[in-house]
């Protein structure tokens, strides 16, 4: 089959296309055929060996010391079952799937464990709209609901409101019942709009982290604030929320515990069966919609990295891949 690979770290260039083996579905495993696949914030880290501080030794150990240890990146995909392994029974060979994989995706086939996160993908929804569901989606809900405890009635500011996760995060907080503001750069403002915030801000010329604008919680999707800056903001009782995390903000969820004033939540979610579900069936009711950046041919997968890395994309960027 052919996948896109890296053998070295290092700017978008080091992806290209290669054959490399299709693999077999194990025990408990899914085939299946990818018809589009996301390139995440996630991919281009691995890809250039670019972690935040406190995760840069883990990071290393994991994707690999010297040179990566697993050479095709991706975990986001949408496609069809193309085979399954022993002791699966809920799933059949040509069922239209969404999910996330460890990794692997950006290839014409990718191995899964089908207790996994991965479910079906609902009807009417395209296979390069469910490839960007996974991260995103996941992320927001994780994020808001379980982290955040966002309620019905309070004020969420979602900043980078236009980006992969930032356009769940809009959606879903709208769908909690939350009022919410939405950041994103002056061209986005209309699409920020359209997904359910009440007022969207443009970063460039607004003061979006106004003292006493009492949001219950700040949601930083980018790591372009920081608890200092977005205290002013905050409700007596408020938390501030950053996706990415480093060690100030970790030191400052455990100083803030403790006593009266805005907090600081550090979290770090996880792609589950259960999120993937829940997300799926308000997909299926119209309640979410997915948003779509720019869908890359397998062969232009450098462009598709070179336009993630910039952090200017709507949404999710795409690759469609040759076995579709």
Request: aromatic fraction near 8%; include cysteine.
């Amino acid at each position: 089959m052919r996948a896109c690979v890296y053998e070295e770290y290092g700017g978008p260039d080091v992806v290209s296309v290669a054959e490399v083996a299709t693999p077999s579905p194990k025990e408990g495993e899914l085939l299946v055929k990818v018809a589009a696949a996301s390139v995440t914030t996630a991919d281009w880290r691995f890809r250039s060996a670019s972690f935040p501080v406190v995760f840069a030794l883990a990071g290393r150990l994991l994707v690999g010391v010297l040179r990566p240890r697993h050479p095709v990146l991706g975990m986001d995909f949408a496609g069809e079952v193309a085979a399954i392994g022993a002791g699966v029974s809920d799933f059949r060979v040509g069922e239209r799937v969404f999910g996330a994989a460890t990794r692997g995706a950006h290839a014409e086939y990718v191995t899964v464990r089908a207790d996994g996160a991965v479910t079906r993908t609902p009807p009417g929804l395209s296979d390069a709209e469910a490839a960007a569901v996974p991260f995103g989606a996941n992320s927001a809900l994780a994020f808001l609901r379980d982290f955040g405890a966002v309620r019905a009635g309070q004020r969420v500011l979602v900043v980078g409101a236009s980006g992969g996760v930032g356009v769940w995060a809009v959606q879903i907080a709208r769908h909690l019942g939350a009022e919410v503001t939405g950041v994103a750069s002056a061209k986005n403002l209309e699409l920020v709009r359209s997904l359910g915030a009440a007022r969207a801000l443009d970063y460039g010329s607004e003061a979006y982290l106004e003292p006493g604008a009492g949001y219950d919680l700040i949601f930083d999707t980018l790591g372009a604030t920081t608890f200092a800056q977005a205290r002013p903001a905050l409700a007596p009782s408020g938390t501030y929320l950053p996706l990415t995390a480093g060690l100030r903000e970790i030191a400052q969820s455990i100083t803030t515990r403790f006593g009266r004033g805005p907090r600081v939540k550090f979290a770090i979610s996880a792609n589950t069966r259960a999120l993937m579900e829940e997300n799926a069936a308000l997909l299926a009711a119209g309640t979410l919609r997915p948003i779509v950046d720019e869908v890359f041919p397998m062969e232009r997968i450098a462009d598709a990295h070179r336009r993630v890395e910039g952090r200017h994309k709507r949404g999710s960027v795409i690759v469609r891949m040759a076995a579709a």
